[in-house]
């Protein structure tokens, strides 16, 4: 390839990747300029105790620090071919946009682990929070926004917040530009949503049934 494209998920130029890494160290950099404040928003909205709040945090910022990193080394394959002044190569394209559907009690980190590695890939992400816990969502959508301003050039909508009840998640599942959904909550969540995102030959990250128990 010989020309670059501006484009946040192209694939033709290589150093768009670092670039995208560039955001999300910086998000990673809010993250830690505000890990107290929004651990102990953490800790108003989804119950634990702050030390357990702001360690969620510090999970945000370290996928932040994997993933910059990660934007360096999405290498492609070059392989041999048996024609004469001829080789084969592999090249990554951008999935498309992926929707995070996170549960209560990991309101923050779930999305992060999703979103950061999305992002260097040149994917953009929807977010539905829990509607237990849309404080935090807000919250750390603000500090994505601040990052992306301080970054420059980022498109809009690259990262979204949608509040609402299950009938959100299921528009999710079910619309055809959404690539992938990736989706945490209970083992029926899934059961439910798997087939609509199967129907349309979507793609599906489900984290289900986990056990996380709150002894009072």
Do not use: Y
Request: net charge neutral.
């Amino acid at each position: 390839h010989t020309r670059c494209s501006r484009d946040w998920s192209s694939d033709v130029c290589s150093s768009d990747l670092p670039q995208r890494g560039e955001l999300v160290r910086m998000l990673g950099e809010e993250l830690r300029a505000n890990r107290t404040e929004l651990g102990r928003l953490v800790t108003l909205e989804a119950g634990k105790i702050l030390s357990e709040g702001v360690g969620e945090v510090q999970e945000m910022i370290d996928i932040c620090g994997f993933a910059s990193g990660l934007s360096r080394q999405l290498h492609g394959l070059i392989i041999a071919s048996e024609r004469r002044n001829h080789r084969m190569m592999e090249t990554w394209h951008p999935l498309g946009v992926v929707g995070v559907i996170s549960a209560f009690n990991f309101p923050v980190a779930v999305w992060s682990w999703n979103a950061a590695l999305a992002l260097v890939c040149g994917d953009p992400v929807v977010w539905k929070p829990s509607s237990k816990t849309p404080l935090t969502a807000l919250a750390v959508q603000s500090l994505f926004e601040r990052a992306a301003k301080k970054f420059g050039g980022a498109p809009k909508a690259l990262s979204t917040v949608l509040i609402g009840s299950r009938e959100v998640g299921e528009a999710l599942a079910d619309h055809p530009r959404v690539a992938l959904v990736s989706a945490t909550g209970s083992t029926a969540m899934g059961q439910s949503i798997a087939p609509h995102i199967a129907a349309r030959f979507g793609r599906a990250l489900l984290e289900l049934g986990g056990n996380n128990a709150g002894i009072v």
